[in-house]
């Protein structure tokens, strides 16, 4: 496809409390980011604090002041970042107090029970941030679309509160956050509503109506873990993981899936398109080692402000990583060559030769082979972590053989790239 095609962009965002900070991070960058004047984002989703990253965005978009976003979002979590002595104690208290909790040392305490729940105040917060009085359903498909995700607690039925049929609310998006062991059940639209991450973390089904080219998705659950986890907090953490990503790989596979597919003609017809998957994934935050999943309740200034800059430094990777693809899917071995650090090396093992520590002119020459031997196979997911991986392809090998490309940049050039076996 030509470089300067337009391409249609929906972006869905995964809850997970104050580790969606990072998210807004990438969002800030993102939004603002002259790399993609050809890409129109044509849809947003989220859930909890992935629901409230969507919908400052989204606001931003409808106002058509795309760079208002990062104001919209900087602000916000300033305001729910704990910066005075009293807040700072009181997060403290929360936070080792919930930490206790999980590992059974303290007894666990409804929110019915708590003379405060926090639901004005950050009701409040939202109100300052977002001008809900002005929004309007989109019956007629103007603006991008907008999905919340939720559960009613009592149905069971997940719902994804859609920007095209219902006016959004800040008790929508209190819904999508009310996580039912620190707030009370919000009452909306006619529910009765938990935290959507017991449902759809976050919406991706509903988003295909946006009839998007690529679905970039915000992913605050790590999807690997190196070691195995042993200690109570752990285990607890990693189940929180593995939980909060279910629902959403299993709505991604179903994508690949149709992707694959089509690509090798056994799916006609207009009703299905193809849909480039790219996912955007936090690394584990170093208060997840010690806190667990509680972590995701602490409202530290510092942690928050960590969590934002490492999404805008994520963000940049994933531009990096976009503009190699684009020069790698041209074959524009110039153009490839060109990223290459002085001191760049190969790693390349089976199904693919072996080319270990090559560096210098060598391995420009060896790079400029693969880049016009292998086809980046963007049936499969993109992921951008601390490198950006790639499922690719050699093109008319029987039968088809594939591997797996992973690249490290550092300042927009690239100094380490693998070649290996696919992953899974």
């Given amino acids: 496809?030509?470089?300067?095609?337009?391409?249609?962009?929906?972006?869905?965002?995964?809850?997970?409390?104050?580790?969606?900070?990072?998210?807004?991070?990438?969002?800030?960058?993102?939004?603002?980011?002259?790399?993609?004047?050809?890409?129109?984002?044509?849809?947003?989703?989220?859930?909890?604090?992935?629901?409230?990253?969507?919908?400052?965005?989204?606001?931003?978009?409808q106002e058509?002041?795309?760079?208002?976003?990062r104001k919209l979002l900087e602000g916000f979590w300033a305001g729910n970042s704990a910066s005075t002595p009293v807040e700072l104690a009181v997060n403290a208290w929360l936070v080792w107090a919930s930490t206790l909790q999980s590992?059974?040392?303290?007894?666990?305490?409804?929110?019915?029970?708590?003379?405060?729940?926090?639901?004005?105040?950050?009701?409040?917060l939202l109100r300052r941030w977002v001008d809900f009085e002005r929004i309007e359903v989109d019956e007629d498909a103007r603006h991008p679309l907008l999905l919340i995700g939720a559960v009613d607690?009592?149905?069971?039925?997940?719902?994804?509160?859609?920007?095209?049929?219902?006016?959004?609310?800040?008790?929508?998006?209190?819904a999508s956050a009310?996580?039912?062991?620190?707030?009370?059940?919000?009452?909306?639209?006619?529910?009765?509503?938990?935290?959507?991450?017991?449902?759809?973390?976050?919406?991706?089904?509903?988003l295909l109506e946006a009839e998007p080219d690529e679905l970039w998705v915000i992913q605050i659950n790590p999807t690997a873990r190196a070691t195995e986890p042993r200690s109570v907090l752990d285990i607890t953490d990693r189940r929180n993981e593995l939980s909060g990503n279910l629902s959403l790989y299993q709505e991604l596979h179903v994508i690949e899936k149709i992707d694959q597919l089509l690509a090798d003609g056994l799916l006609t017809g207009g009703k299905y398109k193809q849909v480039t998957v790219r996912v955007i994934e936090l690394d584990r935050p170093r208060?997840?080692?010690?806190?667990?999943?509680?972590?995701?309740?602490?409202?530290?200034?510092?942690?928050?402000?960590?969590?934002?800059?490492?999404?805008?430094?994520q963000a940049e990777q994933f531009?990096?990583?976009?503009?190699?693809?684009?020069?790698?899917?041209?074959?524009?071995?110039?153009?490839?060559?060109?990223?290459?650090?002085?001191d760049a090396e190969l790693e390349s093992i089976d199904p693919f030769p072996e080319h270990a520590g090559v560096r210098g002119q060598q391995l420009r020459e060896v790079l400029s082979s693969l880049c016009r031997d292998l086809r980046l196979d963007l049936t499969r997911k993109q992921l951008t972590r601390e490198q950006a991986a790639w499922t690719v392809r050699i093109d008319g090998a029987e039968p088809v053989r594939r591997?797996?490309?992973d690249a490290k940049f550092h300042h927009g050039q690239l100094v380490h790239l693998r070649i290996g076996p696919a992953a899974g």
């Avoid at 058509?64 to 976003?69: D, R, S, T, V």
Wanted: aromatic fraction near 8%.
């Fill in 153 to 174: 607690v009592l149905s069971g039925r997940f719902r994804a509160f859609h920007s095209r049929r219902d006016r959004i609310t800040a008790d929508m998006v209190l």
């Fill in 319 to 342: 531009l990096i990583a976009l503009a190699f693809e684009r020069a790698w899917r041209r074959k524009d071995v110039d153009a490839v060559v060109g990223f290459l650090a002085d």
């Fill in 1 to 61: 496809m030509p470089d300067r095609t337009e391409r249609r962009v929906a972006i869905a965002c995964q809850g997970g409390g104050s580790h969606t900070a990072f998210t807004a991070g990438v969002l800030s960058r993102l939004l603002t980011a002259d790399d993609l004047d050809d890409h129109r984002v044509v849809g947003l989703s989220g859930t909890s604090g992935g629901a409230v990253c969507a919908l400052l965005a989204w606001s931003a978009l």
């Fill in 403 to 405: 591997g797996r490309v």
């Fill in 64 to 69: 058509g002041e795309p760079l208002k976003a």
């Fill in 103 to 124: 590992v059974g040392l303290l007894p666990s305490v409804s929110p019915y029970d708590l003379p405060v729940n926090g639901l004005d105040q950050f009701r409040e």
């Fill in 287 to 313: 208060a997840a080692q010690l806190l667990g999943p509680t972590s995701k309740l602490n409202r530290d200034s510092r942690f928050i402000r960590d969590l934002m800059r490492q999404g805008e430094h």
């Fill in 178 to 206: 009310a996580i039912p062991t620190v707030f009370p059940t919000v009452h909306t639209d006619g529910g009765a509503y938990w935290d959507g991450l017991f449902s759809q973390n976050p919406p991706v089904r509903e």
